[in-house]
């Protein structure tokens, strides 16, 4: 497999040979072009809107499942049978079928742009991760609701499941191979990785992360299939799926699916900062260490429930709240010193890191074993906190480069009132979980006799989720509202700092017709419009 489509000269416009290449080939018009594309722009896209679609049935599900959990004693909304699959289909669909693949959808779509690429490497194969993806999730669903879940009773659909989640997780690792190879190999001329933009970095090593951990997973999903295709029973057949696959829900892993998050964050506010990014290899290194800390697949206690109360799990656990500090930090240090612009964009990034600093909190606190935290639905609720914290970084992801993708303005005063409720729905559903789990309430129980305080707090988890479905319906209608009939954008909206806002928008189909100028720095477009004024760039 090359690289990119084909070779150098043959492209239409002389980009130098490290921003790669791609064929012009034209896009068949109407449903057809977006079945066979190949364009990076439009693989995110895709992976975009049907990442909004199952994050909303996930946290239907969710919102299902915690006014269940008010009172079980009343009458039921789910059946007994189908209320463990219905679990794994709102923690497992949160985090594969929602914010994993919504940010590696804005990565595949973005990171060329910013790194000065003509094209993602092996457009073919991102295209053809969407697609993995897609059909394992659509097969996922369907096993699920076919008795095949774990703990389900048909044998044939449990197997499905097994292999539709392979598949779907296949899809993902490919994606992030594309984009982990964009970001590696076809950078602009002069674009060493301490120049990289901060989302294009957080995506790389929110890939590696997933590349060094999910295949762990598919390795259970195969012992698991042979446990229930040939009735070994060593594993618990269908009864013990949910007890193997627990690991990808809790920490340190689920931190991976929040990673470029933190890129984002770093690289929105200095745009709306109007100013230069502060301590540059601090954020470089921060993302770096939470790549680290997520490494998460040698913590699966279903070998060893030790582990959890041994040091290197509390070690990590607690380190993991430092990159989360660290960027919110340098970035409120360049809010400080620069001149402030509030803008949706700022607020959505800034939410979400608060967000995620209180995902990664209760993780650490958590982790102390005095506590006796493991296992109850303080786990739910750091779950939450993490996923849903990177989920709100992707809608604030959308209304800061979907004017680049899609040509058109997000109504502002109407994103940030969407993205600060969004946050706040995270935390609703988040938070009270921590106190119910403090009060012995088991992770992911449903059906059980409430003590003190736990329908209350269920209760306001259950609001939370609630909330946040109809705040994701919401922000989807208004984004595709905008980007259907909204103001144009022009090329560079808000005055960005990297490449991305240097070429058209929506951009051309090999993205940079022209050749891109050596960069000299980590933020050529504010270094231009420094000189082009005559000023020094702060």
């Not at 040979?17 to 791609?22: D, N, P, Q």
């Not at 299902?64 to 789910?78: H, K, P, Y």
């Not at 279903?302 to 709240?321: F, K, N, Q, R, W």
Request: proline share 6%; with cysteine; hydrophobic share 55%.
């Amino acid at each position: 497999m090359t690289m990119t489509e084909t070779r150098p000269e043959a492209g239409a416009a002389a980009l130098p040979a490290a921003s790669g290449s791609t064929a012009l080939v034209p896009e068949s018009p109407g449903l057809a072009g977006w079945v066979l594309t190949s364009d990076h722009k439009r693989v995110g896209r895709l992976y975009i809107g049907f990442s909004l679609l199952f994050l909303l049935g996930a946290l239907v599900i969710g919102a299902l499942l915690g006014w269940e959990r008010v009172d079980a004693s009343d009458t039921q909304l789910l059946d007994d049978g189908a209320i463990a699959q219905f679990v794994s289909l709102h923690t497992l669909g949160l985090a594969f079928l929602g914010t994993t693949p919504l940010l590696l959808g804005l990565a595949i779509a973005v990171v060329p742009l910013q790194v000065g690429a003509r094209s993602i490497a092996f457009p073919r194969a991102a295209a053809a991760s969407f697609w993995l993806w897609l059909v394992g999730s659509l097969v996922f669903i369907g096993a699920i609701a076919a008795d095949g879940g774990p703990g389900g009773g048909d044998p044939d659909s449990v197997e499905l499941f097994l292999l539709a989640f392979g598949v779907l997780v296949l899809g993902l690792l490919l994606g992030s191979i594309c984009v982990g190879t964009t970001v590696l190999t076809l950078r602009a001329p002069g674009m060493d990785l301490e120049r990289v933009p901060f989302f294009a970095w957080g995506s790389l090593v929110g890939g590696v992360a997933l590349l060094l951990t999910l295949p762990a997973l598919i390795a259970d999903l195969v012992l698991l299939y042979a446990d229930n295709r040939y009735q070994a029973g060593f594993y618990g057949g269908s009864q013990g799926v949910s007890g193997y696959l627990a690991w990808t829900t809790r920490q340190p892993q689920v931190y991976a699916y929040a990673l470029p998050a933190l890129g984002l964050l770093a690289d929105v506010v200095p745009v709306f900062a109007r100013s230069r990014q502060r301590m540059v290899p601090v954020l470089l290194s921060a993302i770096g260490l939470g790549g680290f800390v997520a490494l998460g697949a040698w913590a699966q206690s279903i070998y060893d429930l030790d582990l959890v109360e041994g040091i290197p799990y509390v070690a990590i656990s607690l380190l993991a709240i430092v990159p989360v500090l660290l960027v919110l930090g340098v970035s409120g240090q360049t809010l400080a010193k620069g001149n402030l612009r509030m803008a949706a964009p700022l607020v959505g990034a800034l939410t979400a890191g608060l967000v995620l600093l209180a995902g990664a909190a209760a993780g650490g606190v958590g982790s102390i074993p005095a506590l006796e935290t493991y296992g109850t639905a303080w786990d739910d609720g750091q779950f939450l906190l993490v996923v849903l914290g990177g989920a709100v970084a992707g809608v604030a992801g959308l209304v800061y480069w979907g004017p680049k993708l899609w040509g058109r303005l997000v109504p502002d005063g109407s994103a940030k009132g969407l993205l600060t409720l969004l946050a706040l729905g995270a935390l609703l559903a988040g938070l009270p979980l921590l106190v119910a789990g403090l009060l012995d309430q088991p992770a992911a129980a449903v059906n059980f006799v409430e003590e003190d305080a736990s329908g209350a707090l269920n209760a306001l988890s259950a609001a939370g989720l609630s909330l946040m479905a109809l705040l994701v319906l919401g922000a989807a209608l208004l984004l595709l509202r905008a980007f259907s009939s909204g103001s144009r954008a022009g090329d560079d909206p808000w005055e960005g700092h990297t490449l991305e806002w240097a070429t058209t928008s929506p951009p051309s189909p090999v993205n940079f017709p022209e050749p891109i100028p050596l960069v000299t720095s980590d933020r050529p477009l504010l270094d231009r419009r420094a000189a082009a004024d005559g000023e020094v760039a702060r």
